[in-house]
T-cell receptor
Framework: QKEVEQNSGPLSVPEGAIASLNCTYS??????FFWYRQYSGKSPELIMS??SNGDKEDGRFTAQLNKASQYVSLLIRDSQPSDSATYLC????????????WGAGTKLIIKP | DGGITQSPKYLFRKEGQNVTLSCEQN?????MYWYRQDPGQGLRLIYY???????QKGDIAEGYSVSREKKESFPLTVTSAQKNPTAFYLC?????????????FGPGTRLTVL
């Protein structure tokens, strides 16, 4: 069973600090990962994609992929209250060009 | 503006009724998906379609049906056979041309059984 696992949280981080969200995966067949942000009552929004080992930065967000240890991380620098949301990690299915394997999400709370 | 629309935003169903949720996209994406999300839970795949006139069951297809007669449209019918349909339903699409399968979501339909 191919799985993507996330700690459900909530993860509480002070405003201005770095929030670190983690995701582990079991399927080594695909190295394409996506981070989505979902505000309460809203649909998921794609915020980062990473396709190769290492770091990818976009503004305050950095995605990190470690193939050897089979984990993906999302770092949010200078956390703002508006970053409070549930963050979903997804992996492109190794045997499918179309399906994603979804984690259950981590709830992040930024405390002012 | 390119995007995905879903209607209605809220839907109430009586026991024994079939209801149809609409999903339309103007992103020229080949693939479309339907997910169900229950409170505090992740996304579960109901059906997906890679091309017109073809679709595949996901993990929880029982009690649901779909059609894909046009590239832009992928309606979902929740039948009376679905015993616990109250949930948040999300439609998504992906272009496939990048090979990375980023999925983009509509705003969702919240279905409640009365």
């Amino acid at each position: 069973q191919k799985e993507v696992e996330q700690n459900s949280g909530p993860l509480s981080v002070p405003e201005g600090a770095i929030a670190s969200l983690n995701c582990t995966y079991s399927d080594r067949g695909s190295q394409s990962f996506f981070w989505y942000r979902q505000y309460s009552g809203k649909s998921p929004e794609l915020i980062m994609s990473i396709y190769s080992n290492g770091d990818k930065e976009d503004g305050r967000f950095t995605a990190q992929l470690n193939k050897a240890s089979q984990y993906v991380s999302l770092l949010i620098r200078d956390s703002q209250p508006s970053d409070s949301a549930t963050y979903l990690c997804a992996q492109k299915g190794g045997d499918s060009n179309y399906q994603l394997i979804w984690g259950a999400g981590t709830k992040l709370i930024i405390k002012p | 503006d390119g995007g995905i629309t879903q209607s209605p935003k809220y839907l109430f169903r009586k026991e024994g009724q079939n209801v149809t949720l609409s999903c339309e996209q103007n992103l020229n994406h080949d693939a479309m998906y339907w997910y169900r999300q229950d409170p505090g839970q992740g996304l579960r795949l109901i059906y997906y379609s890679q091309i017109v006139n073809d679709f595949q069951k996901g993990d929880i297809a029982e009690g649901y049906s779909v059609s894909r007669e046009k590239k832009e449209s992928f309606p979902l019918t929740v039948t009376s056979a679905q015993k616990n349909p109250t949930a948040f339903y999300l439609c998504a699409s992906s272009g496939g041309t990048s090979g990375y399968n980023e999925q983009f979501f509509g705003p969702g339909t919240r279905l409640t059984v009365l």
